[in-house]
């Protein structure tokens, strides 16, 4: 697939429903705290197609691969790092399996340490090992990067220009992660939703916006922050609610109606990319193809 092809889609001013949270389902599917999620995508690999064979069933049309986690860098806590590659072909492969026609995206999520100054993360570093993750990505034939839940902005930026290195070709979404202030949206390490925005644009990203953090009615008022900051096409993921502790594991409150009805509204705003992010599930999703597919002239249509 290419930019071209990408940028045709997304101007024909329908919604591309993305899949739900990973994390989720894979813990219903036997995950345990601690453990390395992309292990599954060498160790359990139709398990893990098995969940991106849901969210296309649910009507996704977009679905992510199991990397989040999955460069180098990251890896290496779990004594990965030189199967980093591998993993990540594997993890695109997957998600084909599973997904059929369905567009796959590849997963690229911070590298686990904050750069220097601020932590012991070498830019240079930082940059080889997304350029690692992301051309294995590439190599295992997605149709477009994700780049999210960026709380820095300059690691975001690191992971955009890896990507336009290793695939100039492939289109990349950049999503960053907001807190609510009283002085407006900003991330962990202090970047304006503003700032974050025009940057990201001038480094090439194809589609900016923000994931996790918060539940869908603050991720409504981020969407709105979004397109007042920019034209370009927008993504925006949200939580299901914030995870509350219930009998010694995490629960997410917002069912799939409650967040699709919300989610409304970011069609409304004109966000090009509409999915979930933790606690969704295929039902989450499912609510959202439906309410998606009531909005007149919305409806779905086959993945180009």
């Not at 849901?54 to 004594?79: C, D, H, I, Q, R």
């Not at 100054?117 to 080889?128: I, Q, Y």
């Not at 589609?207 to 409504?220: D, E, L, T």
Request: aromatic share 4%; charged share 20%; net charge negative.
């Amino acid at each position: 697939m290419t930019a071209h092809v990408f940028a045709t889609r997304l101007a024909t001013g329908r919604p591309l429903l993305c899949d739900g949270a990973m994390g989720t389902e894979l813990f219903a599917r036997g995950l345990v705290a601690g453990e390395c999620p992309e292990r599954w995508n060498l160790e359990r690999g139709e398990t893990v197609a098995e969940v991106s064979r849901a969210y296309a069933a649910a009507g996704a049309e977009m679905v992510e691969t199991n990397t989040f986690g999955g460069s180098p860098l990251k890896l290496a806590a779990y004594g990965l790092a030189g199967r980093a590659a591998e993993i990540n072909r594997r993890g695109a492969e997957l998600a084909r399996l599973g997904a059929g026609r369905a567009l796959i995206a590849g997963s690229c999520g911070p590298c686990g340490d904050l750069l220097e100054p601020h932590g012991g993360a070498a830019r240079d570093a930082v940059a080889r090992s997304f350029e690692t993750q992301l051309g294995a990505l590439a190599e295992g034939g997605v149709d477009a990067f994700c780049v999210e839940t960026m709380t820095d902005l300059d690691e975001a930026v690191l992971a955009v220009r890896a990507a336009r290195r290793v695939a100039p070709g492939v289109p990349v979404l950049a999503s960053m992660t907001f807190d609510a202030t009283p002085r407006g949206f900003f991330t962990l390490m202090g970047n304006a939703l503003a700032d974050c925005v025009r940057r990201l644009v001038d480094e090439g990203a194809d589609v900016v916006g923000a994931n996790c953090g918060s539940g869908i009615a603050v991720m409504v008022e981020v969407g709105r922050a979004l397109r007042a900051a920019t034209r370009a096409p927008l993504v925006v993921q949200a939580n299901a609610g914030l995870p509350e502790q219930r009998d010694g594991r995490l629960v997410y409150t917002e069912g799939p109606e409650l967040f699709a009805e919300r989610a409304r509204e970011l069609v409304e705003v004109g966000v090009a990319v509409i999915g979930g992010c933790c606690g969704t599930t295929p039902d989450h999703i499912a609510a959202l193809r439906a309410m998606i597919d009531g909005v007149p002239g919305h409806a779905t249509r086959p993945a180009p």
